[in-house]
């Protein structure tokens, strides 16, 4: 029997005609179904067996071959990190995320319950997935929805909650066979259809992800701007970064994306961007905590008894920005603007926190704690100088929060501020020396084992309707 053959047996349906090769050997790879791909026969001899991950990207060679593909994204390659973590389903097949074809259609209750056992999906940081990528995938089993056209309302809102209310009926509806079957529903079904069963003395769990509805979730707080843009894994249609259109094309770049989650970010991605680095932030709590390396910081610790503390926050919040002048764009083509607000992850790792014993310094034992070439983290009383006797950038906000131009200002700040002072203008900073600043005090933490600060990984935690992708 052929691997295609083992592959639709699962299903107990007739295999698709196709024209086998003559005589394969057994080293030979079966026909994938996926485009620009080569994947050896995933599928068990039997229902019982685990799928192995073996979906392979094509070759180096075979990818320079390819046609132009309508976004850039599609010809990055294709990994096996999210295998066996992983399911994305079309209504024509299902696949493992590097693009191996495991079976036909999931058109049946009960073909999905055969898939979730067959697969033995693990979890990884987050719980195993399944993805339906495309509206077709989903009414096959009946998940279909008609919360009406956006001019029958007042508001967005509203037609975002009659759709996840008609959702979660349509999917409620259809369950009664996975219940059967020893599954159980965790929460109300949306979107996100959290299944559970128990399996001797363990637990599986699978998370059901239906991409075409992902729009129904958004929380209104957020408004209805964002529900349609930010979408996490999948992209956001304003910024032209989400799935392609066509099933298939948008299933191998969810498949590339997952890949990329579980091998970068070492976790499957949550259905927000919140949830993913929450995750993220679980696994190195863990990893620390098993291995007794690094310090997480939970909670601060009192402030020390200064004299003269500023009311309010320690260091006023710095928020910048400024609308380009005429003479900024002369001779300038295209303007480029950079968002940071919500680059969790890309933070992570970056704040420094003091840890241990609190010691208070006075006179110049304070300055030269600050002159040190790795000072310890901690708060300095300052003055800081007047900015007007400095050549600083025009155009550009002061260096800190708290300096005026006309005079000088004496202050607390912390270490972080202290380093960016003295940092060259050229980024932003000041280029003063340490005796500029005319450090009086100082209260600096002493790790037990070292000196100096913990940096602490800490992320925060952050289709459209049908007309926006088929």
Known sequence: MSGIDDQIALFDLDPEPEEPPAEPSASEEPPSETP???????????ADTV??????AASADQRDELPVQPRPWESLPVTEDADGHAIIVTAEATYTPSGARLTGPVDTIEKLDKLLHWAALTPHGLTAQVWFVGIDSCAQLGWTIDPGSEDDVDDLEQLRQRAATELTHAITATLPPLITAGWELRGDPGYVIHLIRKVGKATQMVD???????WTYWNKDFGWGNRVGDMGILGNPAAGTYLPDEDLPAARELGRRLAWSVKHLDTLPGPTPARTGAAVLDKIRRERLRTGKGIVVTAGGPLPPIDGAPRGDFEP?????????????DGVTSLVTIDQRAAYLASAGMLSFGYGRVR????ADAAAAGAADKPAFGIWRVTLPAAGQYALPEKLPLPHPAMLDDRPVQTWITTVSLDGLCAPIADGGMGLDIDDLGITEAWVYVAPSTSGPRSCARPVPSRSIPEMRR
Request: aromatic share 4%; proline share 15%.
């Open 36 to 46: 620009d791909m080569s994947a050896e026969d995933p599928s068990p001899t039997d």
């Open 51 to 56: 799928p192995s991950d073996t979906g392979v």
């Open 208 to 214: 059901l992800v239906l991409e075409p509805y992902v």
């Open 317 to 329: 919040p710095a928020g910048w920005s400024r609308i380009p002048d005429a003479d900024d764009l």
């Open 360 to 363: 208070n310094l006075l006179g």
